[in-house]
């Protein structure tokens, strides 16, 4: 499976490079030629290249080729180019690892250009903000999103049964999946994805009992009863058919093109609403989105508004120059936010928000709608995850597939889990 997973990052990293042949080899004597890596589904790709075409037709003397992977290969491919002094000039970046890459000393500090060629005052202080680490800015925004629940609209009202919706609670979302499971409309379909692997779906959890995965001194959060509840709870799920088995959700390589709602396994599964778009892409039947469901009616906030991703640039790039314009574009520009649309998130300036809405289509709008609909019921940003909490996602996959088998317990695989999450901290 995973020589399978990295032949396909392998493809879709050529497909993407071989995209951009044409104006790669009609600016092979440009003055600034630049490298820019990233993650994501065939679609960002195709909308990425179509902004850096946009940006090359107007400045001819800048050649910019690009590169894109699958979420898991892209942290390795990015560490490795780093680490061999080879950085990419423009970096897509996470929230989650900015820290760890800007403490390094890898990414470029944008604050010197702030107001100059980098002008993105009109995002708001938080926005800005999301950033930044130990008070410089590493990082823009590529634009606001949440966590969701996409739900297969079709499946459910084939099944006969109310499909998920805000707000609802986990318990009726667990009966809710039963009940489509039970209905055996399609071969081999289940309710939902098993997301007892899946870190923003346990984060969401935590929160709303008032919990998180870190502190603010960069520790962990929660604690093995924590973690033990949240597998017993799939492990319902999975008893009662509600979800996929483990076999079937072990196909799941934390892709869009993977996830049991893309394989038709499932009628429902979990992501960040700036990936419905590639979602719907992927899939002829309708899709809508949802908030996750909730502990109880009166659970504390689980979501929270986040950049879907940032972008930064290399401290080593020759062309820093070059590359802050080339980001400026991409977040100031009518045009490169109509080439991008939400698929990397609502952009964070009102101003090309405003500039866009008018060309989105209804999946778009869906998106928009999503996060107007939540931003009301938001908590706050969390804090950093600290140096190492980039292993933990991947570990909690690992352990959650074990107690899944049947190799561990809820309670084995819950303090596996914290022992070795800690380790990782402690390590990072």
Known sequence: MTLTMNRRAVLMSMAATLALGPIAMNRARAATSMRFLWWGSKERTDRTFAAIKLY????TDVAIAGESFGWDNYWTRLATQTAGGNSPDLIQMDYRYIFEYARRGTLLDFTPFMGKSLDIADFGEANINSGKVDGKLYGVNLGVNSSMMIVNSDAWKEAGIDA?????????????????????????????????GLEPALENWLRQKGKALYTEDGKIAFEATDIADWFKFWAGLRQA?????????????????????????????????NQFIAFQAINKEKLDIVSYPKTTADSKPGHYLKPSMLISVSATSPNKDAA???????????????SLGVERGVPASEKIRNAMAPTLDDNGRKVVDYIARLTPKVGALPPPPPNGAGENSFLLKKVA?????????AQEGSEKFVEQAAANIKRG
Not at 401 to 409: D, H, I, L, N, W
Request: proline share 2%; charged share 25%; hydrophobic share 40%.
């Open 241 to 273: 058919k509600a979800c996929v088995p483990a076999d079937v959700q072990a196909l799941d390589q934390l892709t869009i093109e993977t996830s049991m709602v893309a394989l038709g396994k499932a009628a429902a599964c979990f992501g960040h609403s």
């Open 401 to 409: 597939e074990e107690v899944a088998f049947g190799k561990a317990s």
């Open 324 to 338: 802050v314009a080339f980001v400026n574009f991409l977040v100031e520009s009518a045009d490169a936010a109509k």
């Open 56 to 59: 090359s037709d107007k400045q």
């Open 164 to 196: 998920p919706k805000d707000d609802m609670s986990w318990e009726q979302f667990g009966e809710a999946c039963t009940k489509l499971s039970a209905t055996k409309k399609r071969r081999a379909f289940y309710g939902t994805q098993d997301a007892s």
